[in-house]
């Protein structure tokens, strides 16, 4: 907790964040906003203790996200507070506490394959309905709605298709490929294909695109593709 002695001379005196960054080196930062404290007795000079009020942290733990993740919900900022006349703390400005998800399930790193596929796959429908449901319960399809999904949390990520009794619908994946590079990806579907590889110890994922045409299906094959869950389903 830091504090700083400032004059009070007439009526009021007046914080602002210009007249505070010159007086305070903490690294204290007060936004643009004014503060005024009363001077009772206008004919003294007075000195006004202004405190620095730290915030708290508040941590909520979360099994739906690996053990190795966690998120700051909520940044913390400090609030700030004078000494009245009595000697107690009347409060100018509140903090605001730091909330921070801390994830307690499977740490979820994974080393394995990767293949792509498109809606007109051998086998597949030609809409490309995939096998999830959408976390509203409504069904996805890549001729219909693209190769993206846009998740509420992670935004617009591409979907893929893993074994669903180790990746549950809905689970986020950070893919890191050595020809496609680093991205965000959400399983919404599965193929007999994942599902034999899960149950031989190994991992694969097939990359959804809307055609098989498209020359980034060959590019999404590979091996030593690093997984890297950052949520375990909806």
Same mark, same amino acid.
């Given at each position: ?23 305070? =080196? /903490?690294?204290?930062?007060?936004? !643009?906003?004014? %503060? $005024?404290?009363?001077? &009772?007795?206008?004919? #003294? =000079? /007075?000195?006004?203790?202004?405190? !620095?009020?730290? %915030? $708290?942290?508040?941590? &909520?733990?979360?099994? #739906? ?170």
């Amino acid at each position: 907790m830091n504090t700083y002695l400032l004059g009070l001379t007439g009526k009021w005196l007046t914080l602002i964040c210009a007249g505070i960054s010159s007086l305070m =080196n /903490s690294g204290l930062i007060i936004s !643009e906003e004014k %503060y $005024e404290v009363e001077n &009772i007795d206008q004919t #003294k =000079n /007075s000195v006004v203790e202004v405190t !620095e009020v730290n %915030y $708290e942290t508040k941590r &909520i733990y979360n099994d #739906k996200l690996p053990s190795s993740v966690t998120i700051t919900k909520q940044e913390g900022k400090s609030g700030l507070a004078y000494t009245n006349e009595d000697n107690q703390l009347d409060v100018l400005k509140e903090p605001i506490s730091e909330i921070v998800e801390v994830g307690t399930g499977a740490p979820g790193e994974y080393v394995g394959k990767m293949t792509g596929y498109g809606a007109d796959c051998a086998g597949c429908s030609s809409t490309g309905t995939l096998s999830c449901r959408t976390r509203e319960g409504s069904s996805f399809s890549l001729t219909q709605h693209g190769e993206t999904y846009d998740d509420a949390e992670y935004g617009n990520v591409r979907i893929l298709a893993a074994a669903l009794d180790k990746f549950p619908c809905g689970t986020i994946i950070k893919v890191t490929h050595a020809n496609l590079g680093t991205f965000n990806a959400i399983v919404l579907d599965t193929g007999g294909a994942m599902r034999n590889a899960s149950a031989n110890g190994n991992v694969l994922m097939d990359l959804a695109f809307i055609s098989e045409n498209d020359p980034e299906v060959f590019k999404a094959t590979g091996s030593n593709v690093k997984y890297s869950v950052q949520r375990w389903g909806w």
